[in-house]
């Protein structure tokens, strides 16, 4: 990849792991998060990559630090994985958690991406890759402020990818289901018989809240995420934009 690659939420989970397979495929790597002191310890497992602190709900600080990785080599790709978690029935969601919710999953990938995107036009190339959920494209019980900003920010990015196709600057999205990830494994915490058994009631599935299995019959790991992100991001994907590729062991049963 000629440049470099920006990766938001890159302190732990998926986009750790999809900054780690940048850096390890020789591509320089940007890293952004809220969390300092995760990106200190990411940057020290490798040379190749610089961390960067800043809040991509912030439209100021997404800007800052997109100049700050072009201070460093032209944006290549940027990535969006950024996200929070906070379930609950709407019935009783509070007005703040909706309003966080949105701010990170779905403005923080407008603020991140329209940044990169005025820099890759001149360039007339560049690739954003979206990481998504499936649950963007199902019903969820106690999930639907995620859902609904994961929906979201999964058209914002098909929209984007029709308007910069003509300069050449493919904008995909990938759709993990359930992964191996802090985020994760705070939901199967509260699980009576533990993590171990939550871990396995998501493989399982739950009929009751209208929930289907893990087909494969297993969790993904991160680093099953970041393939998916790093094969859009390369020139073996240089046709295809404005693609919704669901990573979930065929939980969502899509055709």
Partial sequence: MDGIALVTGAAQGIGRAVALAFAAGGTPVAAVDRDGDGLAELAAAHCGISAHVADVASAGQAEAVVAAAEAIGPIAALVNVAGILRTGEVLGYSDTDWADTFAVNTTGVFHMSRAAARRMVPRRGGVIVTVSSNAAGVPRAGMAAYAASKAAATHFTKSLGLELARYGIRCNVVAPGSTDTPMQRAMWAGHPGGPAAGAAA???????????????????????????????????ARHITMHDLYVDGGATLRA
């Fill in 202 to 236: 998501v493989v399982a599935g739950d009929p009751e809240a209208f929930r289907t299995g893990i087909p494969l019959g297993r969790i993904a790991e991160p680093e099953d995420v970041a393939d998916a992100v790093l094969f859009l991001a390369s020139e073996r």
